[in-house]
């Protein structure tokens, strides 16, 4: 089993989350506009429809896990897998994988972790989440200045445990791209179509979002009460 010394503590590999509620929304987003977002990374997002790419954005609170409870934002987008030569669309996502763009969090060993771990773009941030009610609501600001302000409606719970998902996120971080393997099993899930409403500020995200078309009415949205995660050992791509 591999271990890693992060601040004085091993963390061993996977990387457990035992406890952690998730909310977002899907946004189909112009692919020219998301491409030019990730330039930097060599990536190259899935148009899952004509001139159509996948933006997700997602407020999570990490009650237990390895590496401790916090606050995380993520921006990311629905990429075509390094290598894949088939087609991706939204009734066929097999040669699709997810980029992590950019993830605030609220508390530094988890920055750390993620940064040195897996390549994670993890920054320092402020993320004000609301989740006593059945509107779950996240105030993401950094450097003082609002990044947005997300509202994420109720929806319609979907009965029994989800199954065990076996994913993949990729990385871009000092010139160095990753696959981080990830599996997740989720319970409470509640998904409607649209169902969020955004709110962007002055900060240079919030610009690549405006970019991008939003705020818009987004494809999906939903709420995970709880969920349970184990983060494999990263790999490099190039």
């Known amino acids: 089993m591999a271990s890693h010394l992060i601040q004085g503590r091993t963390v061993s590999m996977p990387v457990r989350v035992r406890d952690v509620m998730v909310?977002?929304?899907?946004?189909?987003?112009?692919?020219?506009?998301?491409?030019?977002?990730?330039?930097?990374?060599?990536?190259?997002?899935?148009?899952?429809?004509?001139?159509?790419?996948?933006?997700?954005?997602?407020?999570?609170?990490?009650?237990?896990?390895?590496?401790?409870?916090?606050?995380?934002?993520?921006?990311?987008?629905?990429?075509?897998?390094?290598?894949?030569?088939?087609?991706?669309?939204?009734?066929?996502?097999?040669?699709a994988a997810a980029f992590v763009h950019w993830m605030p969090v609220d508390q530094g060993f988890t920055l750390e972790a993620g940064r040195s771990l897996w390549g994670v773009p993890k920054e320092l941030a402020d993320i004000d989440l609301r989740l006593g009610s059945p509107y779950k609501r996240c105030v993401l600001s950094r450097d003082g200045r609002l990044v947005l302000d997300m509202l994420v409606k109720p929806a319609a719970p979907l009965p029994g445990p989800g199954p065990v998902i076996a994913l993949d996120a990729y990385t871009h971080r000092d010139g160095l791209t990753r696959r981080i393997p990830w599996t997740v099993q989720t319970r409470g899930l509640r998904v409607r179509p649209g169902g969020a409403l955004i709110r962007l500020g002055n900060h240079p995200i919030a610009k690549e979002l405006s970019e991008l078309g939003l705020p818009k009415r987004p494809l999906l949205a939903g709420t995970v009460a709880h969920a349970t995660m184990a983060l494999e050992e990263a790999e490099l791509v190039r």
């Open 23 to 95: 909310c977002g929304a899907l946004y189909l987003v112009r692919a020219d506009a998301a491409r030019a977002v990730l330039a930097y990374s060599g990536l190259d997002v899935a148009e899952v429809l004509p001139g159509k790419a996948v933006c997700v954005l997602v407020f999570a609170d990490y009650r237990d896990g390895d590496l401790d409870s916090y606050h995380e934002f993520g921006m990311a987008f629905l990429i075509r897998r390094p290598g894949a030569t088939g087609s991706v669309g939204l009734a066929d996502l097999r040669n």
